[in-house]
T-cell receptor
Framework: NAGVMQNPRHLVRRRGQEARLRCSPM?????VYWYRQLPEEGLKFMVY????????ESGMPKERFSAEFPKEGPSILRIQQVVRGDSAAYFC???????????FGDGTRLSIL | GQQLNQSPQSMFIQEGEDVSMNCTSS?????WLWYKQEPGEGPVLLIA?????ELTSNGRLTAQFGITRKDSFLNISASIPSDVGIYFC?????????????FGKGTKLTVNP
């Protein structure tokens, strides 16, 4: 499967813990995007990264959330000190270039107890 | 911020019927995309539109990019049960200096056999 791979598919955390979500883009894609989806809603942009660089993080909360896309390995979305309101599906997408269609992974469903 | 208004919110149709859904915005987008999402999965790209007035088909699906660049529609002909899902329109926005997708809230399609 050469698609966008996200793991884990489901993640349960208690309030105050850290959540780490991983995304491996499609082969040949160097642009990675993270989106968040609440039930019955569309996806909301969070952050756009290229290898080792954050290009646009305008959709990401200023506190507790961070993202990286290292030279080697997957992109990571990190949520520190999780709260109940962080419960959502988090989707990663990748593209060959910024103006090319984005292809999505199957998401990580984060549940906060 | 930029918003996409997608309608209808939901549709209940009989197998074999044609379906039409649309998306409007107060902002101009230079690229429109249509995605389908099934439960527990990520959005899957159906059609990408790059030029105002463009009409593009993908099997039984046809989509058009409005001349004003502020709207798009998606038609599905001769619907079948596996067309069930949520259909999202998305515009590629360049607000904030980078390109990211702005999503509508989706049209939930139910097809009765």
């Amino acid at each position: 499967n050469a698609g966008v791979m996200q793991n884990p598919r489901h993640l349960v955390r208690r309030r105050g813990q850290e959540a780490r979500l991983r995304c491996s883009p499609m082969k040949g894609h160097s642009h990675v995007y993270w989106y968040r989806q609440l039930p019955e809603e569309g996806l909301k942009f969070m952050v756009y990264l290229q290898k080792e660089n954050i290009i646009d993080e305008s959709g990401m909360p200023k506190e507790r959330f961070s993202a990286e896309f290292p030279k080697e390995g997957p992109s990571i979305l990190r949520i520190q000190q999780v709260v109940r309101g962080d419960s959502a599906a988090y989707f990663c997408a990748s593209s060959q270039a910024s103006n090319q269609p984005q292809h999505f992974g199957d998401g990580t469903r984060l549940s906060i107890l | 911020g930029q918003q996409l208004n997608q309608s209808p919110q939901s549709m209940f149709i009989q197998e074999g019927e044609d379906v039409s859904m649309n998306c409007t915005s107060s902002s101009i987008f230079n690229t429109w995309l249509w995605y389908k999402q099934e439960p527990g999965e990520g959005p899957v790209l159906l059609i990408a539109l790059y030029k105002a007035g463009e009409l593009t088909s993908n099997g039984r699906l046809t989509a058009q990019f409005g001349i004003t660049r502020k709207d798009s529609f998606l038609n599905i002909s001769a619907s079948i049960p596996s067309d069930v899902g949520i259909y999202f329109c998305a515009g590629l926005s360049t607000q904030g200096g980078s390109e990211k997708l702005v999503f509508g809230k989706g049209t939930k399609l139910t097809v009765n056999p």
